[in-house]
Every structure is written in C-alpha cells, then in structure tokens.
T-cell receptor, first 116, second 111 residues
Framework: DAGVIQSPRHEVTEMGQEVTLRCKPI?????LFWYRQTMMRGLELLIY????????DSGMPEDRFSAKMPNASFSTLKIQPSEPRDSAVYFC??????????????FGDGTRLSIL | DAKTTQPTSMDCAEGRAANLPCNHS???????VYWYRQIHSQGPQYIIH???NNETNEMASLIITEDRKSSTLILPHATLRDTAVYYC????????????FGSGTRLQVQP
C-alpha cells in the first residue's frame, strides 16, 4: 500500500519567495495533519483537517502560512512570503477512522525546507 | 497524556532481539500505548499500539505489564535498518490532537 506521499522532498529558496508543499494522504484516511520539526522545538502540529475541513489551525505560526485540502486525496501548505526562520522539515500525516477511535497517524517522509 | 520514561540509548547486535522498555506509571484506564520510530532523514513511522493485551504485528511485539505501568517493545531480529530513535507515547484518541514525542531511545544496531 502506498503511504503518505509528500513533495517536494527538498526545497531551497530565497527569502520572500512563495513555497508550496504538497501531500497525498493514504487512500481512505479522513484526517490529515501538517507538522513542522526542528532541532530546537521538536515536532509541532500546524493544522489538522477532518473530512477535508480545517478543525484546528491554532499551530499555524502566522498569516504567512496557509493550508488547504480541496479533496480527500490532496492537501497543500503554503508559505508566502517565506523567511529563514521557516527552515525546517515539514511532515504530513494521515489517519483512518477505522472501528476504533485510537487509530495511529501515519507520516510521510517530509519536505526539508531551507530558506536562504 | 501520561508521562513516559525511556532509556536514552541502547545497543543491540544484529540478528538479536531488541527489547526497548518504557515506564508509564501514571497511565489511566483508557490510554493506549503507542510506539513510533524515526530513522534519520525520514518521517516518524508507526510501529504498534495496545491497550492492555500483548500485541504483535509484522514489525514488532508489544508486551504490556498486567498493571499497565510499563511496557516493552520487542524487535525479534534486529537489523541495521532498525537503527533509529524509538518513541513510546501514552494517550487516548489520536484524533485531533498532535502527537508529542519525548526524547525517545536511540537504538544502535551493531553489525
């Protein structure tokens, strides 16, 4: 089975540029999460979607960050304008509903973002 | 989420079983024990979870003590590719809340 697919795997861009990260969740999963991981702060949740609807975006750092989920098989995280402090690894995770409420989250391999 | 305590690091010989312990003495009755790992440059990988019974899947076995205050993740035949940081997480309902990883155990599988 295909896991969570993220693209690009690596992105290097200059500050001020727009960055778009993409995620394809596991087919049939109805929850999607965007995380950011840095050495200093560890893994932080940015936003959580359930059935394509944003439920909790309290972790989104500021207005420069936005996320969309136009359908059940695709989500984007956009940073505009980007800043050097946005440099991090960004992970997407998805979770199925299943028969139990305690279904695990499954992560993609992340996008390593470097803002120069 | 209940607090968990794991050793900082462990070594294991290739081909031998790796037994990773986790203490969670404040676990409540409806909290599950989850194990994830993160291999360098990859995303966190779900391994296994359980409530009170021992669990086994194609990756590992999870042994939970009868009082549920501790558990052990067992990789039956460790390979070099199992070198990673292993995280024990105790919580209920992974639905809308973020996963929080502690420091974990850095497992080094030796050839």
């Amino acid at each position: 089975d295909a896991g969570v697919i993220q693209s690009p795997r690596h992105e290097v861009t200059e500050m001020g540029q727009e960055v778009t990260l993409r995620c394809k969740p596991i087919s049939g999963h109805n929850s999607l999460f965007w995380y950011r991981q840095t050495m200093m702060r560890g893994l932080e949740l940015l936003i959580y979607f359930n059935n394509n609807v944003p439920i909790d975006d309290s972790g989104m750092p500021e207005d420069r960050f936005s996320a969309k989920m136009p359908n059940a098989s695709f989500s984007t995280l956009k940073i505009q304008p980007s800043e050097p402090r946005d440099s991090a690894v960004y992970f997407c995770a998805s979770r199925g509903q299943g028969r139990s409420s305690n279904q695990p989250q499954h992560f993609g391999d992340g996008t390593r973002l470097s803002i120069l | 989420d209940a607090k968990t305590t794991q050793p900082t690091s462990m070594d294991c010989a290739e081909g031998r079983a790796a037994n990773l312990p986790c203490n969670h003495s404040t676990i409540s009755g409806n909290e599950y024990v989850y194990w994830y790992r993160q291999i360098h440059s990859q995303g966190p990988q779900y391994i296994i979870h359980g409530l009170k019974n021992n669990e086994t899947n194609e990756m590992a076995s999870l042994i939970i003590t009868e009082d549920r205050k501790s558990s052990t993740l067992i990789l039956p035949h460790a390979t070099l590719r199992d070198t990673a940081v292993y995280y024990c997480i105790v919580r209920t309902d992974t639905g809308r809340r973020a996963l929080t990883f502690g420091s974990g155990t850095r497992l080094q599988v030796q050839p």
